[in-house]
C-alpha cells in the first residue's frame, strides 16, 4: 500500500490536544499533505479568514465552540470544505447535519485515517 496521497491537499487540524495534534500533523505530513493546524474552534476560524484549506479535520470535543458547531459554521461560509469530525466518544446523539462529513473514530490507525481521507479524494 502506497503511503504518499496521490492527490495531496491542504489540511488543516484542529486539536486541543498539543500531542495528539503534532502526531495527527505529522501522519498527515507523511502521507504528503501540507498541513496547518490550531488549538481551538476559534483560532481555527480566525486562520479561515486567510487561508482556504481543502479539509478540515476537527475534534468534536474543544474548549469553547465545539468541533459540531465549528464544522457548522464553515459549511455556512465554506460550503466546498471538505470536514472530518474525530472523536473518542462517537457521534453525540440527536446531531443531524445537512452537510456530508467523514467520521474518524479515535483512537484510528493510519490506514483508518487515510480511509476517512479517501472519502474527499485525497
Given at each position: 500500500m502506497a503511503l504518499r496521497s496521490s492527490n495531496p491537499k491542504n489540511i488543516l487540524v484542529v486539536e486541543d490536544n498539543d500531542d495528539?495534534?503534532?502526531?495527527?500533523?505529522?501522519?498527515?505530513?507523511?502521507?504528503?499533505?501540507?498541513?496547518?493546524?490550531?488549538a481551538s474552534a476559534e483560532q481555527a476560524?480566525?486562520?479561515?479568514?486567510?487561508?482556504?484549506?481543502?479539509?478540515?479535520?476537527?475534534d468534536l470535543t474543544l474548549p469553547g465552540i465545539s468541533g459540531i458547531e465549528l464544522a457548522k459554521q464553515?459549511?455556512?461560509?465554506?460550503?466546498?470544505?471538505?470536514?472530518?469530525?474525530?472523536?473518542?466518544?462517537g457521534m453525540p446523539a440527536g446531531v443531524q447535519l445537512d452537510f456530508k462529513v467523514g467520521i474518524l473514530s479515535k483512537?484510528?490507525?493510519?490506514?483508518q485515517l487515510m480511509q476517512a481521507l479517501s472519502q474527499f479524494n485525497c
Amino acid at each position: 500500500m502506497a503511503l504518499r496521497s496521490s492527490n495531496p491537499k491542504n489540511i488543516l487540524v484542529v486539536e486541543d490536544n498539543d500531542d495528539f495534534r503534532e502526531l495527527l500533523c505529522e501522519l498527515l505530513r507523511m502521507l504528503g499533505h501540507s498541513v496547518s493546524n490550531e488549538a481551538s474552534a476559534e483560532q481555527a476560524l480566525t486562520a479561515l479568514s486567510t487561508s482556504r484549506p481543502d479539509v478540515v479535520i476537527t475534534d468534536l470535543t474543544l474548549p469553547g465552540i465545539s468541533g459540531i458547531e465549528l464544522a457548522k459554521q464553515i459549511h455556512a461560509t465554506h460550503p466546498e470544505m471538505k470536514i472530518i469530525l474525530s472523536s473518542g466518544y462517537g457521534m453525540p446523539a440527536g446531531v443531524q447535519l445537512d452537510f456530508k462529513v467523514g467520521i474518524l473514530s479515535k483512537p484510528y490507525s493510519l490506514n483508518q485515517l487515510m480511509q476517512a481521507l479517501s472519502q474527499f479524494n485525497c
